[in-house]
Nanobody, 118 residues
Framework: QVQLVESGGGLVQAGGSLRLACAAS????????MGWYRQAPGKQRELVAT????????NYADSVKGRFTISRDNAKDTVYLQMNSLKSEDTAVYYC???????????WGQGTQVTVSS
């Protein structure tokens, strides 16, 4: 079982920045795929960004391209989400996701609230 612990959420004004971190209890290099998802009230959970931990390839939702950056530190088993130029529509609970590419098992963190005030 892999534990994922998110941190860094909070309240920020529109146009501001936040950096989320997700610490994993297992090797993210071995797992292979890490990502961030978000869920706003009354909406379905949606993909924000993913990263392949072995090569660094990234993927972003159109709504965050150019504003958010996902990165990883394999030595620390931690994934980050740098969020700039935040908008009120970015308000959501942000969840860390890990996928074991060998077993195809998926793991989720408990979520961290991001609130952007306009």
């Amino acid at each position: 079982q892999v534990q994922l612990v998110e941190s860094g959420g909070g309240l920020v004004q529109a146009g501001g920045s936040l950096r989320l971190a997700c610490a994993a209890s297992a090797s993210i290099f071995r797992l292979g795929n890490m990502g961030w998802y978000r869920q706003a009230p009354g909406k379905q959970r949606e993909l924000v960004a993913t990263i392949i931990t072995r090569g660094g390839s990234t993927n972003y939702a159109d709504s965050v391209k150019g504003r958010f950056t996902i990165s990883r530190d394999n030595a620390k088993d931690t994934v980050y989400l740098q969020m700039n130029s935040l908008k009120s529509e970015d308000t959501a609970v942000y969840y860390c996701n890990a996928r074991d590419l060998m077993s195809q098992t998926t793991y989720w963190g408990q979520g961290t609230q991001v609130t952007v005030s306009s």
